[in-house]
């Protein structure tokens, strides 16, 4: 008898410290991601007021400056706030991704180099993928017509949200912005990661001599964060802008494929820690980590990716000299609804 009572209070004695031990660790990982939150830019309640629409003259073929850089000179461009917006479906939970291209001595808000909505469906698992064009022809709110990456330059990262917002009638509230130098430091923290790379590819990244030379075949390898970096900028390399987005989509994908392959939830936390030092976003911290818990512990592995404009929706035309592209916004707004909200991943 007293045996038996000895073994029961052994067990209760290694449960007890067992459930200490993952107190603490629960404790020290909340306290290290809240310590890491920050306030953001503010959510308000206010109406965007879109400009009158503009027609555009068209243009036969691939114009020839339609891969060059504008560069948008904002001294002490004013940063907006948010327009609070109700949720279209609660389960889908949608992020404004920026790649905000700042080199050398530049300031201010730097360019928007690259555009993506990562959304995430917390009832499918799924996550979709989608860029916007830097040269998709919008309506501005509160200003005028312009590229859609002008709206980053003139009012931050809270008019690039309002912009998307009011023109494809989405509830992005939640936005991450990644100066490109820190995405080498989020993708050399996963270990590289993996993405399909054409022959051109190959040559472009080789040529910068950035890493062991990469095999003259199309195929899938390990980049490390500088080869991902050369590749992210690529504007050279076939298709012009559309080739471009594809390639940070690819990057994205790869990131997020990385991530769901290889952390549990204490290297998770470790990833979140070091990557919010390159990352400026509202999202919480703790908010991530379920977030990726939740990514991590799901079965689905549906990561697919799409494109503003969708094919069929745009056309080249001409302003003032620049060339841009034109949409059909009506369907885009159409199609993209479709894509996050009724399409099911395979």
Request: proline share 3%; no cysteine.
């Amino acid at each position: 008898m007293e045996e038996k009572t000895r073994k029961k209070r052994k067990a209760y004695y290694v449960l007890a410290g067992i459930v200490s031990i993952l107190l603490v660790l629960f404790i020290g990982v909340y306290y290290t991601l809240t310590s890491l939150n920050r306030t953001g830019t503010e959510i308000v309640d206010g109406e965007a007021v879109l400009p009158p629409e503009e027609e555009l003259e068209s243009i036969e073929g691939t114009p020839e400056d339609i891969d060059e850089d504008y560069i948008y000179e904002v001294k002490d461009p004013e940063s907006e706030a948010i327009y609070r917006k109700i949720p279209i479906d609660e389960n889908v939970f949608n992020v404004l991704l920026v790649g905000s291209d700042v080199r050398g001595d530049e300031e201010g808000n730097g360019r928007s180099d690259s555009m993506m909505l990562v959304s995430y469906n917390r009832e499918t698992s799924d996550i979709r993928i989608v860029s916007f064009m830097r040269d998709t022809w919008i309506a501005i709110p509160n200003r005028e017509w312009n590229r859609i990456n002008a709206a980053y330059a003139f009012g931050g990262i809270g008019l690039a949200v309002n912009t998307v917002n009011e023109n494809f009638e989405l509830d992005i509230q939640n936005y991450a912005i990644v100066e490109f130098e820190g995405l080498k430091s989020i993708v050399d923290t996963l270990g590289g990661i993996e993405v399909k790379l054409t022959k051109a590819e190959i040559r472009k990244i080789n040529s910068a001599g950035a890493g062991d030379r990469i095999p003259l075949e199309e195929g899938i390898y390990t980049l490390n964060g500088e080869q991902v970096l050369i590749h992210s900028r690529n504007r050279s390399t076939g298709d012009g802008d559309f080739g471009r987005t594809r390639r940070q989509r690819d990057v994205m994908t790869g990131i997020l494929a990385k991530m769901k392959e290889t952390l549990n939830p204490v290297k998770l936390t470790r990833f979140i820690t070091e990557s919010l030092k390159y990352v400026d976003t509202n999202l919480k911290a703790d908010t991530l980590f379920t977030l990726g818990l939740e990514v991590l512990g799901s079965g689905s592995s549906g990561l697919s990716q799409a494109r503003v404009p969708f094919d069929d929706t745009w056309r080249y035309a001409d302003k003032g000299g620049r060339s841009v592209v034109t949409i059909d916004l009506e369907e885009n707004r159409r199609l993209l609804y479709e894509y996050l909200y009724e399409e099911k991943n395979d």
